[in-house]
């Protein structure tokens, strides 16, 4: 064995747990929505792109692939709500507020009032146009976590099933 190969297999890591996998590894407060990526509840290879616009509160959900949420029929599914919930998180619930344009008594703030408040408004489900640039953005943000100085497999790639051809 040259010292080359020593060398490099004494740098071989054990694989690394996988990180149990993020419901929401994204969301940005961009171009007057609430938008990003939600993972499937049932299915590690999909995942859906969700959004809530400001002032109308007008949603959309699909998955990656394009298809619409069984969920989302006339309103908000549980992506969407937990879409909300992690931005609160990330953000703060009241910059959420504030960006969506929702009222709610400041003692009364919590993720949960703001999407109530929403869905008391009946507010109408957009097109998903919008899904595409979305994620676009989220493969952006994952190229970017591959640049990180590790050696441990990213597996939020584990959610895209392997490349087809489209034909
Ligand atoms: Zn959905």
Known sequence: MSDWERASTARVLPPARPRKLAKVPFVE???GRVQGVVSSGSDIGRVYVSSVAAGTYEFACSTNNNRPCGGARGMFCNHILALLNEAALQYGVERVARY??????????TAQAVSQVMI???PSQGDSTAAASVFSQFLRHLAYLEFEPSTAPVPELQWFPPTRAVG
């Open 29 to 31: 407060l961009a171009d």
């Open 100 to 109: 969506l344009r929702v009222e709610v008594a400041a003692e009364e703030l």
């Open 120 to 122: 008391a408004a009946r």
